[in-house]
């Protein structure tokens, strides 16, 4: 069973391009930290649709909500990463979860530390094209960048080869 833990701003690009479902059709389980509900929830004006989708999504399921035990650790943490990001690495180590969802350096660098592997958003898309559940990324690529993704035109031109786009 393929499962992953993501981050906050995945799932936000996801859904600002309408990809969210591409997380349950690509993993068998997918799970977010409480703090990365919350802050979708907080600022529940500013990201209002990504609140009632990520609340649609919980509510049949297709996402699980999940309260780190060790909060502790998450506390000692912070200050280097934010606690969404912390959470996402402590609840991976909690669940045995190999993959996580992130997409800043630092939260990846952090969490190849603890021995996680890292697929960001652009890796979710070239993961869905090779599964067929995408004709083509480019689209999305451009549509992430108009709504203030940043991706580097290197990355891009990178993981549009890779693609064969």
Request: with cysteine.
């Amino acid at each position: 069973m393929l499962r992953v833990i993501c981050n906050t701003s995945p799932i936000i690009g996801l859904i600002s391009i309408g990809r969210l479902d591409l997380l349950w059709n690509l993993f068998d389980e997918v799970i977010i930290p409480k703090a990365v509900y919350d802050e979708l929830s907080v600022e529940s004006m500013r990201f209002y649709a990504q609140v009632k989708e990520i609340e649609e999504a919980v509510s049949k399921g297709l996402i699980i909500v999940y309260t780190v035990i060790n909060e502790d650790s998450v506390k000692t943490m912070y200050g280097r990463l934010h606690f969404g990001e912390l959470e996402v690495i402590v609840g991976a180590k909690e669940l045995g979860i190999e993959v996580a969802v992130i997409d800043e350096r630092a939260a990846r660098k952090m969490a190849s530390q603890f021995l996680i592997k890292t697929i960001g958003i652009l890796g979710i898309l070239l993961m869905a094209k090779r599964k067929g559940l995408l004709n083509t990324i480019r689209e999305d690529i451009d549509a992430l960048r108009d709504n203030g993704y940043r991706i580097s035109e290197s990355l891009c031109k990178e993981i549009l080869h890779e693609a064969g786009e």
